[in-house]
């Protein structure tokens, strides 16, 4: 009977560790493609220059600086 215990007990906790791993695999998995997806999306920004004075701060396209595009000030 105390066998058929300890058995059973190992069994649950080897069948948690396995349920564990899988979760921690899933969890691994979506952390790299979230990653990645950062990743793309920092190699696709623009240079930016952040000129700051007081409260206000001015964001500059470095790309093109002659460029009539909008100023960013907040």
Known sequence: MVLM????????SLRQRQQRLQSLRA??????MEL?????????SQ???????????????RDNPKQ???LFYY
């Open 27 to 32: 969890e691994h998995q979506r952390i790299e």
């Open 68 to 70: 009539q595009a909008p």
């Open 47 to 61: 240079p930016v220059v952040v000129l700051e004075n007081g409260d206000t701060s001015l964001i500059v396209n």
């Open 5 to 12: 215990i300890v058995a059973g007990t190992y069994a649950v």
């Open 36 to 44: 990645q997806r950062v990743k793309a999306i920092a190699n696709e």
